[in-house]
């Protein structure tokens, strides 16, 4: 299943940028999603608190400075706002970390007990964080995507960290009934009684920055007038984002994306079931690896049919070789899966390994 789930070297980006190259529709820049969908930026809306350090060995709290935080009096006038309204579902990409408490006294409070009462919300955090208050224990959950050696910017999405369901999973699991569940110590995972990956690589086109939906919190909602009627008409039956769009950004292969955008991906990702295993891939690859194995105990290499380079002696250069022919060929079937299907596969290590096979079979018929 490794070849499958990629959870190894892989270049999905490569072929994910080969793919944004053309102008076919992806999965992050449909108009559907940006229907469905509703971005509200708090980039411009910030307030300055005193930063907090906790020293644990005296017990007690020193003010390190001045530092910006999301405006609390805002965040609390929108969902009071967003409580009237028929939302689908709201992702609150904010933190409430200890040490930046509001200067105002108990507007944290006031807005913590009107989270509560919200419906169907999930809030950001990252492993590590201390938070501010246990009151938002059941409504946080990790924002963290997945990366390699090889890529450690965006790549794929990973929708269990540190055995703990991130946002996009917590969000599909209270919309829908659904999660995805580890089976044998994590040796494999299901969702609603299909075989899925629990990481999903997911695609963007340039074009989808999703900044077309997108509403800035005190410009576009609370300074207008009939505030109420126009925010239940531009969230109804949508989900909400609620983040920085502008400073909270993360490079992929298409350009920078907000976290925001990366989390609302995710979540759509999981309600089309992208993270179903395709067995109709599978037996693809089956298939297709099969030949390719079969070809190795051919009488030439491809590189032996070409005059400059069958008489070559140099063993690491024949290696080199049939690692480019491999990797051409899955490479190809890569980008035509995902051109066509939005599918995407692996082929570095694949190629790699079929070389190295390739090299040890050709040295033993010598």
């Known amino acids: 299943m490794a070849l499958f789930t990629g959870e190894q070297l892989d270049n999905f980006a490569l072929v994910a940028f080969l793919r944004s190259l053309s102008n076919s529709n992806n999965l992050s820049a449909s108009s559907s999603d940006e229907d469905e969908i509703l971005y509200i930026n708090v980039a411009y809306d910030k307030a300055l608190t005193h930063y907090t350090y906790h020293n644990d060995r005296t017990g007690k709290d020193v003010v390190m400075g001045t530092v910006e935080i999301t405006d609390r009096e805002k965040l609390l006038r929108l969902l009071t706002l967003l409580s009237n309204?028929?939302?689908?579902?709201?992702?609150?990409?904010?933190?409430?970390?200890?040490?930046?408490?509001?200067?105002?006294?108990?507007?944290?409070?006031?807005?913590?007990?009107?989270?509560?009462?919200?419906?169907?919300?999930?809030?950001?955090?990252?492993?590590g964080?201390?938070?501010?208050?246990?009151?938002?224990?059941?409504?946080?959950?990790?924002?963290?995507?997945y990366s390699t050696i090889t890529a450690t910017n965006f790549v794929r999405y990973n929708y269990i960290h540190r055995g703990?369901?991130?946002?996009?999973?917590?969000?599909?699991?209270?919309?829908?009934g659904n999660t995805i569940t580890p089976h044998a110590a994590?040796?494999?995972?299901?969702?609603?009684?299909?075989?899925?990956?629990?990481?999903?690589?997911?695609?963007?086109?340039?074009?989808?920055?999703?900044?077309d939906s997108e509403q800035r919190l005190g410009h576009?909602?609370?300074?207008?007038?009939?505030?109420?009627?126009?925010?239940?008409?531009?969230?109804?039956?949508?989900?909400?984002?609620?983040?920085?769009?502008?400073?909270?950004?993360?490079?992929?292969?298409?350009?920078?994306h907000s976290g925001g955008k990366l989390l609302a991906t995710a979540l759509r990702a999981l309600e089309r079931h992208k993270h179903y295993v395709n067995w109709w891939l599978v037996l693809?690859?089956?298939?297709?690896?099969?030949?390719?194995?079969?070809?190795?105990?051919?009488?030439?290499?491809?590189?032996?049919?070409?005059?400059?380079?069958?008489?070559?002696?140099?063993?690491?250069?024949?290696?080199?070789l049939s690692f480019i022919g491999y990797s051409?060929?899955?490479?190809?079937?890569?980008?035509l899966l995902a051109l066509l299907?939005?599918?995407?596969?692996?082929?570095?290590?694949?190629?790699?390994?079929?070389?190295?096979?390739?090299?040890?079979?050709?040295?033993?018929?010598?």
Request: glycine letters at 4%; a negative charge.
């Open 129 to 145: 964080v201390v938070p501010m208050t246990d009151m938002l224990d059941s409504v946080t959950a990790y924002n963290d995507y």
């Open 220 to 256: 576009d909602i609370l300074s207008v007038d009939n505030a109420q009627d126009r925010l239940q008409k531009a969230a109804k039956d949508k989900i909400v984002v609620i983040g920085d769009f502008d400073n909270d950004l993360h490079d992929t292969y298409a350009g920078r």
């Open 284 to 320: 693809l690859l089956f298939g297709l690896y099969s030949t390719l194995t079969y070809s190795m105990y051919s009488d030439k290499r491809w590189f032996e049919y070409v005059p400059l380079l069958r008489d070559m002696h140099f063993p690491l250069a024949k290696f080199f």
């Open 328 to 335: 051409a060929v899955l490479l190809l079937c890569a980008f």
């Open 341 to 366: 299907f939005d599918i995407y596969i692996t082929f570095f290590v694949p190629s790699l390994w079929l070389s190295v096979l390739s090299s040890y079979i050709t040295y033993k018929r010598q």
């Open 85 to 127: 309204t028929d939302y689908r579902y709201i992702i609150m990409d904010v933190r409430f970390e200890r040490g930046y408490e509001a200067l105002q006294q108990g507007l944290d409070t006031a807005l913590f007990r009107q989270i509560q009462q919200m419906r169907d919300i999930v809030i950001a955090t990252h492993p």
């Open 186 to 211: 994590g040796l494999f995972y299901t969702s609603d009684a299909h075989l899925c990956h629990k990481s999903l690589f997911l695609g963007f086109d340039k074009a989808g920055t999703g900044r």
């Open 164 to 176: 703990r369901p991130t946002m996009p999973l917590v969000a599909y699991e209270e919309l829908t």
